[in-house]
């Protein structure tokens, strides 16, 4: 079973990086050094009415310098991630982690590779990205404006498309796709269910193999309390039912497991 | 000094344990905490045959606390009892299985099957919807509590905890009734039913629509209920409802509970038995009391 | 856009209005908001005579919320009409008596002594023990709520809104009850009974040893009984637990309520009440509601 | 009526003087204006889950920089007092006030006065014996650790009753009172309760007019819950029962309108 800690980490940097996104880099003790792309943290707020963790996808990993970058969505005024964005370099925030399984590597090798991101899916396809060994085709989707645009594009070839057409192909990332006329042996996704639902369906009629990252509401953020479930295309061996958790199974599931 | 418990005969290192459906059978907190140091894990509740729980999202947050409707999500007991219980028998700790069902029957043909396994206590959630009743939780009506006691009681080999539910006018009335039907212990309190709508969606935040509220938020609630029921009945009683520390703990122990579990702190707090487990001996140490049954209702 | 609301024929110039006991009547409150603000005023609750309420500690901080046990001090009816309703009538807003009392008998002299008083609906606690039925709250028995609103409805000159208590088994059961004897209006939730214990004294933190839990942490539980009252009953409802924003207030707005009471966010934001008021009114503009008629119950 | 702000203030600076006892200096825009000594504030934790005031008493002011300068304990480990303990400089901090009806500080004009505090009651008398107009002598008494010793010098005579003899009289106020054979023609005093009814029933003992400041748990702060009521010796006229409000009537009293 890979290790996972609950740490008090350091803020390192926090910085703005689009209206409403923001870019901490935080210290950790352990963390960082057993952590893969595509897995997360759970970020707890240290206000007492506010209990349960905020799950925030890995975006950057540091090996050497024990550290993580975490990319996030303010989601309004007196939420957890409002709180969080107002952490200065030397704060203190209790992390969980790593968690999850993360995104497949071996599987991507020498490929050809579709690496989607959609919204505030798209920060842990940075890591992703720049660990994976393929010919990497990164496909990412925003409403307006764009982050992470630079750092993506030392790291394979860029396609980008905007819901309002001020960058890129207007449209979500399917159309980016199609616009481009890119193809691929192997995708990896992470976005909105309704990009990731239209991914599967692109993959499987292609017979494409394709990871997708979910999504879910968490508690425990380990797999004790079943509370992240998504729905399994066959009975899943631990739950015994058509569930698999998100957090433990997950967040990365071959699309054919899963129902969307 | 000396930390251990009695609980129907059957002896507990210590006080704590978990609550049902927060801590899985223990393998995924295992990796945070020494499952050796705890007086016992309870389970996640288990029926008769695998149930597949509420559709999502199954949780959400509330002011100091969280609502769930997980529905009862388990494997069923032919898996739980190949997998699970081999799993803590591996652990010095006592095992006490959650029991829950939508009928008597469903009950009972839990409690027979696990009549054989090793396994020290039975748990059994009434505040399930009792199909034949209409939904009403078996919990919420004194006859119902007392009735499926019997029943379960007549079945189990083990010493059985009735688990009350808090959600009812008289606690007292539905301790009294478990204690009638032969219930060797009494836990409480189960969640409060709650609802929590998105306003800005103008959706429930949970697909079931209401859940069960945990949690510091119902500590005090919690509180009371055990204070009451120590007051009404002569079995012993588990404690919980929001404990998050040592402290909160000790109040369950003065308010009348013999051992306590811990539940939704977990998920804040991983680490929150043991640091329990410690604080009590701590608080012992501190105050000179020799034994957890002098601290037992010690606050009249 | 129009915020009028109207309650048995009384006509709200929005829907916020203060919780019993958590804002004196008023003058306190006025340096911090414009009463004028106000949908209404609900004061204190008041007796036939002056009570003096429960030794101190008379309230307690919990989790997300508080505890209190005051007691139901208050000045007796006759100053309260001598000072506190001229007061109340200096501002444009609906005046709502809180009525408390031991016996039926006292409640219906307090609704007779205001009949020629120029107040506007009168709301009656029935959370207050029933002292000839061994202390159990009016509140707590379906009988007992139908009898007693029965009998305040035939003495009251005013419309009367009958104010549940949340700490029963099934609320609608209650809410049919008071119907059922003529309640013009449900107001709900008071508070939930708790105890906290002060495990480094080992004792009660209140004189009390119980008091009624309210704030935040059992908003959740509020709005599912709202919800459900919504649905059982054709009365309007005031609904109250937790509010302390304007998302709050609209939560319960959602679930069915006509107008909300705001109680113990007084206490750590004095402006509360005015905020909420402004915040519905910009929440209506955003989402183009013309009324609030036209969100209550909205999720269904 | 005296008016009171709720105030989103600043920490000007803080200070731990003894073990535990925190000074900190705050800088408000109305609230120090309006202040007199007796008075107190109302201070909000800013954490969800902890929602009702601290009432801590105003031990100077300084009506030129529109400051006051606060003195608690902090009384445990996840409390508000310790949350405050942490916050530095430039923080912000919601507090209301000034609550309160403060010393009547005319009645002692030219009289020979005793001005008592006692363990963390000793903050509010400071404030008082800068501004009290008379022959000064300030009896303070402490468990064992002296704490605002040299600003008391500077505005009296002082005395000192320490209860582990470490300093000044061993034994409490009342001890320092009759060691050093004092004597006076009105009393202030705050401080814990049993100190209280033995400065009580020695100024009836005496016929000394004497003052003293209460404390009660309390939720609004302002005088509409109730919850901090004192027991008065006749029908209070608000109440029309032999309660008083600590936090409005009080929290001084003449030592005769209360009962201890
Ligand atoms: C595996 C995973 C990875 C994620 N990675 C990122 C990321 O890298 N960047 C990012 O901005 N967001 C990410 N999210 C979404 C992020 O978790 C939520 O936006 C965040 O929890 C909202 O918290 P809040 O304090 O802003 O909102 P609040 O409304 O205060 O949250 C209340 C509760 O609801 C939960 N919640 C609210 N929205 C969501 C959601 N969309 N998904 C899960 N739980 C939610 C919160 O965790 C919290 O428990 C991820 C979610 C998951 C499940
Ligand atoms: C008028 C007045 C003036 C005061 N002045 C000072 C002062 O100058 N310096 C100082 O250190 N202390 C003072 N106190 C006591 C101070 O209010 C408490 O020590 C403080 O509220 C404890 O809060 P906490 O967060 O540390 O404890 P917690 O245990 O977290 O408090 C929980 C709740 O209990 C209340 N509470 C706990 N202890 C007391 C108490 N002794 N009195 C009233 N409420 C309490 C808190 O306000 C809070 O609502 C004063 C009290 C009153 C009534
Ligand atoms: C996610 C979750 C799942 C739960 N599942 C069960 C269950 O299966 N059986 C049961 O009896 N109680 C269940 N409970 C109730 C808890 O065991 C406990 O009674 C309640 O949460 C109060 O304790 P807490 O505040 O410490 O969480 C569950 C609670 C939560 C939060
Ligand atoms: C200090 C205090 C005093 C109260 N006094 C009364 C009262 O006199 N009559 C009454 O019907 N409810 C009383 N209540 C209950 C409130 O009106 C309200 O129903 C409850 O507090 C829930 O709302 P809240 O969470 O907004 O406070 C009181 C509540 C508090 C906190
Ligand atoms: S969050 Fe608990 S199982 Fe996934
Ligand atoms: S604290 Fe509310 S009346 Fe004093």
Known sequence: MAKKWKEQVTVISQECITEGIYSMWIQTENIALEAVPGQFVSMYTGDGSKLLPRPISICEIDKEKKSLRLVYRVTGEKTGTKQFSQAAAGDCIEVLGPLGNGFPLEEGKGKKAFLIGGGIGVPPILELAKQLDGEKQIIVGYRDTQFLYNEFCQNGTVYVATEDGSAGTRGNVMDAIRANALDAEIIYACGPTPMLRAIKQYAEEKGIVCYISMEERMACGIGACLACVCQSAEKDAHSNVHNKRVCKDGPVFLSTEVEL | ?300
């Open chain 2, 1 to 300: 000094m000396n930390t251990t418990i009695n609980l129907a005969g059957v002896e507990l290192k210590n006080p704590v344990m978990t609550a049902s459906g927060t801590f899985g059978s223990g393998a995924e907190y295992s990796e945070f905490v020494d499952l050796n140091r705890l007086g016992a894990v309870v389970t996640k509740g288990v029926a008769n045959v695998p149930w597949p729980g509420n559709p999502t999202p199954r949780i959400a947050e509330t002011h100091s606390g969280m609502m769930n409707a997980i529905g009862l999500q388990n494997p069923g007991i032919d898996l739980f009892c190949e997998r699970d219980i081999p799993f803590l028998k591996q652990y010095d700790t006592k095992i006490i299985v959650n029991v829950c069902g939508k009928t008597t029957e469903e009950y009972c043909e839990v409690v027979e099957r696990l009549a054989d396994e090793d396994v020290d206590l039975l748990e059994i959630n009434i505040s399930c919807p009792n199909v034949k009743a209409g939904g009403i939780a078996f919990g919420q009506n004194p006859q119902a509590v007392e009735a499926i006691t019997r029943e379960v009681k007549k079945r189990a080999k083990q010493p059985i905890i009735m688990k009350l539910s808090p959600n009812v006018t008289d606690i007292t009335e539905m301790a009294r009734a478990a204690e009638a039907g032969g219930a060797d212990v009494l836990s409480l309190i189960n969640t409060l039913t709650g609802m929590k709508i998105d306003v800005h969606k103008r959706a429930f935040a949970l697909a079931n629509k209401t859940g069960g509220v945990s949690g510091p938020a119902i500590k005090p609630i919690a509180v009371r209920m055990v204070y009451q029921v120590a007051n009404a009945v002569k079995v012993p009683i588990i404690g919980m409802g929001g404990i998050a520390c040592a402290e909160d703990a000790i109040e369950f122990i003065l308010a009348g509970a013999t051992a306590v579990s811990i539940g939704t702190a977990n998920f804040f707090n991983p680490m929150t038995t043991v640091e329990v487990a410690d604080g009590i001996e701590q608080y012992m140490k501190q105050y000179g009391f020799e034994t957890i049954d002098s601290m037992v209702g010690l606050v009249k």
